[in-house]
C-alpha cells in the first residue's frame, strides 16, 4: 500500500518561511497530480495548492496565492511547499494527499493521504 | 467559491441503527459532460489523516465496508451508514470538485448513543 510522509513542519514566527516535504513510497508518484490539504487545530478542511504530475499545471487558494509555492521532484518521489511570509492564521495540520483522477488537471478527489506534519506561527 | 454546507454538526446514533449525514452544495455539482455528481465523502477518526469513502457521490473506494452509502445528486446529498459500528465513529467531511478551488463540507462529527 502506498504511503506518505510529510515532514518539515516547525515552530515560526510572523512573517518567516518552511519548506515541507511529501515523499511517496512508490512510483505511482511520477503519474499523480497531488495536493496540500490543511486543517487548522479542531478545525475543517482547507484545499491549498495542486500541482499535475509533470508541474505544468498549479492551483494555489487565495488564502496562500503569492505566499506559499508548491513544487515537486520525481526522481525523488517527492512533493514541497515553500511557504513564505507566514500568518498566525496558517497554523494547521498540513496534509500531503494524491490526486485519483490525475487525467483531469485540477483538483479531484484524494487518496491516500499522509499523517501532516503540524506547522505552528507564533511570535 | 462553491459552498459546502453539512448537517447535523454532531450526530448520536446508537449501535446498530442508521447514520445518516447530510451536504448541501451552493450550486449544482453534476458535469453534464459525463452526467457524474463531483463529490466525495471522507472519514477521519482522532488524530488520522481523513480517509477516502466513497466519490462520484455514489462509488465505494477500494476496502470501503457496503454499509457505507451515498446518494444524491445536483446540490443535495446523503452519506448513510446502514448499521452503525463503534469503529465508524469519526469526523465525516463532504468536498466538491467540481469547480477549483475544491472546498469541503464543515464536517459532521459522528458518536455512539
Known amino acids: 500500500e502506498v504511503q506518505l510522509v510529510e515532514s518539515g513542519g516547525a515552530l515560526v514566527q510572523p512573517g518567516g518561511s518552511l519548506r515541507l516535504s511529501c515523499v511517496v513510497s512508490?512510483?505511482?508518484?511520477?503519474?499523480?497530480?497531488m495536493n496540500w490539504v490543511r486543517q487548522a487545530p479542531g478545525k475543517g478542511l482547507e484545499w491549498i495548492s495542486f500541482?499535475?504530475?509533470?508541474?505544468?499545471?498549479?492551483y494555489y487558494a487565495d488564502s496562500v496565492k503569492g505566499r506559499f509555492t508548491i513544487s515537486r521532484d520525481n526522481a525523488k518521489n517527492s512533493l514541497y511547499l515553500q511557504m513564505n511570509d507566514l500568518r498566525d492564521d496558517d497554523t494547521a495540520v498540513y496534509y500531503c494527499?494524491?490526486?485519483?483522477?490525475?487525467?483531469?488537471?485540477?483538483?479531484?478527489?484524494?487518496?491516500?493521504w499522509g499523517q501532516g506534519t503540524l506547522v505552528t506561527v507564533s511570535s | 467559491d462553491i459552498v459546502m454546507t453539512q448537517s447535523p454538526d454532531s450526530l448520536a446514533v446508537s449501535l446498530g441503527e442508521r447514520a445518516t449525514i447530510n451536504c448541501k452544495s451552493s450550486?449544482?455539482?453534476?458535469?453534464?459532460?459525463?452526467?457524474?455528481?463531483?463529490l466525495a465523502w471522507y472519514q477521519q477518526k482522532p488524530g488520522q489523516p481523513p480517509k477516502l469513502l466513497i466519490y462520484?457521490?455514489?462509488t465505494r473506494d477500494s476496502g470501503v465496508p457496503e454499509r457505507f452509502s451515498g446518494s444524491g445528486s445536483g446540490t443535495d446529498f446523503t452519506l448513510t451508514i446502514s448499521s452503525l459500528q463503534a469503529e465508524d465513529v469519526a469526523l465525516y467531511f463532504c468536498?466538491?470538485?467540481?469547480?477549483?478551488?475544491?472546498?469541503f463540507g464543515g464536517g459532521t462529527k459522528l458518536e455512539i448513543k
Open positions: 494527499a494524491r490526486d485519483c483522477n490525475s487525467p483531469r488537471p485540477r483538483p479531484n478527489w484524494f487518496g491516500p
Open positions: 450550486q449544482s455539482v453534476l458535469y453534464s459532460f459525463n452526467n457524474k455528481n463531483h
Open positions: 500541482i499535475t504530475s509533470g508541474s505544468s499545471t498549479m
Open positions: 468536498q466538491q470538485y467540481h469547480d477549483t478551488p475544491t472546498t
Open positions: 462520484w457521490a455514489s
Open positions: 512508490d512510483n505511482s508518484f511520477r503519474t499523480s497530480s
